[in-house]
């Protein structure tokens, strides 16, 4: 057994290995080509005006290049969960280009659709190339996803858990657990490798504060009552978050057989926003300012840093950039959406400022993805492991708060988040 067991190990080291490096690698170009096109636009701001035009350039691309690839993270996980055609491999360098495009002209997008896209589509190319059968690939997929992720956050065991964890709702299969954190930390390793650095979030230190039960219990109650309260709102703002972009993309569905028209709209009502509102905070990746006092995901961590609809804001435009054709990933803008929710109530708890924003960070996220342990590890991988109570709390409670649905239609649904008593089985003394 010990010895089939390190065959296993052996052997899917040698495999997983190659892949993440080649993920790694590619993932590094793609944040250096970001961070370069994201400046661009700082620096040239009429670039904003090309956006519908850059919208029907995505348009063509994919029509001409790769029909099938526009699905995005939903193949890969259709193809892991139930294989059809297997993932292409122009994938990778569609999503790269084209999230590229997305920014440098202003879109609302992310990074990690992108990541795990070429993740995807590397992994799937080496399973061909490997002569890998329809079990392993799926494996090898999975991995793939893993790389991805960890290598574009810097968070190699959340890559890990995050790709087991998202394909089934409530279930993870362990099948592909080495491969995954292999290539979670093989994947980050390549891009620290590259030079690549990520941006670093800090929670202030938070000073004792003491009331009539701090002699008897190591947790505040009261702070832990107030994180509660917060997390249900972080899970109804997944909510809203998946419910607009599902929203926005069936409405344009039905424009007719001009589909260019679609992210033309989108581009133009970016624009119109923008101009509405007076600022571009809420364009592109909202991690870096674009003028000193930009509302920033960075920002968001201090008090004041964050306006009250900063996050409703932010929802609104990426729904519409990703629900009309531009590409790019969901989880940045998440991370955004709820560092400043969280900074917003934390003004209105009279809470820690720091801790909310990073409890909004990851729990919008952990309702919006339905991977509610993920988002806790990633937590401890970002901020430390010192609130990992709260951690969990938070992204728990936003999973079971934010639908049954989330932002892949592809994830399959496994354990329903609420029982039914009529429907439950009481096991009996015999099984």
Not at 65 to 79: C, Y
Not at 135 to 159: D, K, M, N, Q, S
Not at 353 to 381: D, H, Q, R, S, W
Request: hydrophobic share 50%; aromatic share 12%; charged share 10%.
């Amino acid at each position: 057994m010990q010895f089939q067991s390190l065959g296993y190990a052996l052997r899917w080291t040698l495999i997983t290995i190659p892949v993440a490096v080649s993920i790694g690698s590619m993932v590094a170009l793609f944040l250096w080509l970001l961070q370069g096109a994201i400046h661009l636009r700082f620096a040239n701001k009429w670039l904003l005006y090309l956006l519908p035009l850059a919208g029907i350039v995505i348009h063509l691309i994919y029509k001409v290049a790769g029909k099938s690839s526009e699905k995005g993270n939903n193949l890969i996980l259709t193809e892991i969960t139930k294989p059809e055609n297997g993932v292409p491999m122009v994938m990778a360098p569609l999503i790269l280009v084209t999230t590229i495009i997305t920014h440098l002209f202003g879109g609302s997008a992310g990074r990690e659709g992108t990541a795990v896209q070429i993740g995807g589509s590397i992994a799937g190319t080496f399973g061909k190339w490997f002569r890998l059968d329809e079990h392993e690939i799926r494996i090898l997929l999975t991995a793939g996803i893993a790389a991805g992720f960890g290598a574009v956050f810097g968070t190699p065991l959340t890559g890990a858990i995050f790709a087991m964890e998202v394909l089934v709702i409530g279930k993870i299969n362990y099948t592909s657990l080495l491969p995954c954190l292999i290539a979670g930390i093989v994947g980050d390793l390549t891009v620290a490798a590259w030079g690549i650095h990520h941006t670093p979030y800090r929670i202030d230190i938070i000073p004792d504060s003491s009331y009539f039960l701090s002699d008897y219990l190591p947790v505040n109650l009261l702070l832990l009552f107030k994180v509660i309260l917060s997390a249900i709102a972080f899970g109804l703002a997944s909510y809203i978050f998946s419910l607009a972009i599902h929203l926005v993309k069936s409405f344009f569905s039905n424009i007719g057989k001009n589909k260019w028209l679609i992210p033309v709209c989108g581009g133009l009502t970016i624009i119109l926003l923008t101009l509405l509102l007076g600022k571009p905070d809420y364009l592109s990746l909202g991690v870096d300012p674009e003028y000193k006092g930009a509302v920033t995901i960075a920002s968001a961590f201090h008090a004041g840093g964050a306006e009250h609809f900063s996050w409703l804001w932010k929802t609104i435009y990426t729904a519409i950039t990703l629900g009309t054709g531009f590409k790019g990933g969901e989880v940045t803008p998440l991370f955004y959406i709820g560092a400043t929710l969280g900074n917003t109530l934390a003004g209105w708890m009279d809470a820690p400022v720091g801790l909310f924003a990073a409890l909004g960070f990851i729990a919008v996220f952990a309702g919006a993805t339905n991977t509610p342990l993920a988002c806790t590890v990633m937590g401890v991988e970002l901020f430390g492991s010192q609130y990992i109570l709260f951690f969990a709390v938070a992204c728990f409670t936003a999973y079971l708060f934010s639908g049954q649905a989330g932002i892949y239609t592809a994830q399959e649904p496994g354990i329903p988040k609420l029982f039914s008593k009529s429907k439950q089985k009481v096991p009996s003394s015999k099984e």
